[in-house]
Nanobody, 127 residues
Framework: QVQLVESGGGLVQAGGSLRLSCAAS???????????MGWFRQPPGKEREFVAA????????YYADSVKGRFTISRDNTKYMVYLQMSSLKPEDTAVYYC?????????????????WGQGTQVTVSS
């Protein structure tokens, strides 16, 4: 069982930046570094969508086309933390952002591949 807690959301003007953090506590038998980690978001009235993912060692990252070049995912396995640095934010980035963990160790971009989810943090970008 992995517990995930997101933080860092808030209100920002278009063009601004935010850094989201996700604190993880891994269950017994597995370490945090054995999980692929991802960020998803759910805009108002829409389905939850993939944003970014990072492999267990941090060597591979994947991004949705809509955020490529603006967002950066990273992780610190010594601190059990995952981050999402968001820059050049746009009003369409407004959403609840969720941190997720995938026990398969294969980097996935689909929602159903992830086993554990945080409660989400709201990001609102004003125009």
């Amino acid at each position: 069982q992995v517990q995930l807690v997101e933080s860092g959301g808030g209100l920002v003007q278009a063009g601004g930046s935010l850094r989201l953090s996700c604190a993880a506590s891994a269950g017994s038998g597995r370490t945090f570094s054995s999980y692929t980690m991802g960020w998803f978001r759910q805009p108002p009235g829409k389905e939850r969508e993939f944003v970014a993912a990072i492999s267990w060692g941090g060597g591979r990252t994947y991004y949705a086309d809509s955020v490529k070049g603006r967002f950066t995912i990273s992780r610190d396995n010594t601190k059990y933390m995952v981050y999402l640095q968001m820059s050049s934010l746009k009003p369409e980035d407004t959403a609840v952002y969720y941190c997720a963990a995938d026990a398969s160790m294969v980097v996935q971009t689909t929602r159903r591949s992830y086993d554990y989810w945080g409660q989400g943090t709201q990001v609102t970008v004003s125009s």
